[in-house]
């Protein structure tokens, strides 16, 4: 293992250096504080690795995403959001009876306890559905308190219920909000025709979902799979490094996925280009309003935090937008808003130059939209498609070697030490 040396003070210590398996390089710190006093000041962590995962690479520079070493170009489209959850929790894809289980357990765990139904009623009907996902992600553990457990079946057990189960609490949400009856899951119906089922199905007819919205909805759930340590994750991550329960962790990455910044990007996209189209589509206004420093309008959906490049996601977005609205018949304005107000940012100097270019949440909430979901559901939507990214974090969290509760330290600038007078 190679070292690299620090002169602190001049003390010369040796820090180790890890290398990944894409040639990645960290200094590790562990040491620093013990041996020199020293620690390191990161805000935002943007050169800080709080771990080492096996799960997902990204090259920010290159535009490169890949789960358990599959780029996502290969996966999107091609493979069910069922086996790609199976593929991040476990390191591979299932074999025909590691499918047929997996399968078999999702359908067996959808249904929430009766009295859980009851919780909708509580809250107001202008509710935010996040706010109720995240309330009601942390009631299931009342109701499975078998979650502290760290006996590995019912840890996976765990992870199947909250697959499971955070698709019918997503539906209900929008049933309530909606004043309609809840939809029981159908254990006929795959992962993502249930969702579709109890989300729109009519309760005096049967169901059969549009295969494009089906199609449509896998790809979507596989992009939004994983996304290494971005902070939704590193949330659960750290909520659950207490060694809380998996329903409670995976809650609190609900809550940070929330945030404009991140998920809930995909609904202030929405939401800007709607005020873009009522301001008679004056594009170059709003990417002027970007680049001015004394506003705090953002071109949401534009940017990220490592890429630098496009975002593999929003390109594959882009040209499923595309297709999904031919074969719907749909004409959203929105659709051309968006594109325009792309080309303009992207061969203005202020976006090349910092390496902005739209990310996943940029075209998402078009198909969304055309989907028939809500503008206030697209986070859920971006939820019900990460959990198996928290979850298989979680899951190598805890089974590291280097476990530890996650505490970062910080750098006291207040009063220094003063008496009551
Ligand atoms: N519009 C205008 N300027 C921007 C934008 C934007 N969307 N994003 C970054 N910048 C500027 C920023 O002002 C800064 O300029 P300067 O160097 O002159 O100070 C520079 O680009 C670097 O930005 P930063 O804020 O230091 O970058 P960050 O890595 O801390 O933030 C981000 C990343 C995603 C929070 C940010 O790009 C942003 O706010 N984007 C809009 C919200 C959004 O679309 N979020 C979804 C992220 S992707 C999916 C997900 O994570 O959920």
């Known amino acids: 293992m190679s070292s690299i040396k620090l002169n602190i003070n001049g003390k010369e210590i040796k820090l180790p250096v890890i290398k990944g398996t894409e040639n ?40 490169i995403l890949r789960y358990r070493g599959y780029p996502i170009e290969q996966l999107a489209g091609k493979v069910s959001f069922t086996d790609t959850a199976f593929l991040l929790l476990n390191g591979e894809f299932p074999n025909i009876s590691e499918k047929n289980y997996f399968s078999k357990k999702l359908r067996q765990h959808a249904n929430i306890h009766e009295d859980m139904k009851r919780f909708f009623d509580g809250f107001p009907l202008n509710a935010h559905p996040m706010a109720t996902l995240s309330s009601m992600v942390t009631a299931l553990s009342a109701f499975h308190p078998e979650s502290e457990s760290e006996d590995e079946e019912i840890i996976e057990l765990n992870i199947i219920k909250i697959l499971a189960k955070v698709k019918t609490i997503a539906a209900y949400s929008y049933r309530k909000f909606n004043g309609l009856p809840f939809i029981y899951p159908d254990q006929e119906l795959n992962y993502v025709e249930n969702f579709l089922h109890m989300m729109f199905s009519d309760s005096q007819e049967e169901f059969h979902a549009d295969p494009v919205l089906v199609d449509a909805l896998n790809l979507l759930l596989i992009l939004h799979a994983d996304h290494e340590q971005n902070c939704s994750t590193s949330t659960v991550r750290l909520a659950g490094s207490s060694k809380s329960n998996v329903f409670g962790a995976i809650s609190s990455g609900i809550s940070a996925l929330w945030g404009p910044l991140h998920g809930g990007a995909n609904q202030a996209v929405i939401e800007m ?40 996601r929003a390109k594959i977005i882009k040209s499923a937008a595309d297709k999904v609205l031919q074969k719907l018949k749909i004409n959203d304005p929105l659709l051309d808003i968006a594109k325009e107000l792309e080309q303009i940012a992207l061969e203005d100097e202020y976006f090349v130059q910092r390496g902005l270019y739209p990310n996943v949440d940029f075209y998402s909430g078009i198909i969304y939209r055309a989907m028939g979901i809500p503008t206030n559901m697209f986070t859920v939507m971006f939820a019900l498609g990460r959990l198996p990214g928290w979850l298989a974090h979680w899951k190598e969290m805890l089974n590291s070697p280097d476990f530890k509760i996650n505490r970062p330290r910080q750098i006291y600038n207040g009063h220094k030490k003063r008496n009551l007078k």
Do not use: W
């Open 24 to 63: 990645e390089h960290g200094i590790n710190i562990t040491q620093l504080r013990k041996e020199t006093g020293y620690i390191t000041l990161d805000p935002g962590y943007a050169n800080t690795g709080a771990c080492v995962s096996n799960i997902t690479f990204i090259d920010g520079e290159k535009g």
């Open 273 to 312: 280009l709607k005020k873009i189209r009522n301001d008679n589509s004056d594009y170059k206004k709003y990417v002027q309003m970007a680049k001015d420093k004394k506003s705090s309008f953002r071109l949401m959906g534009f940017g990220h935090r490592v890429y630098k490049n496009y975002d593999p």
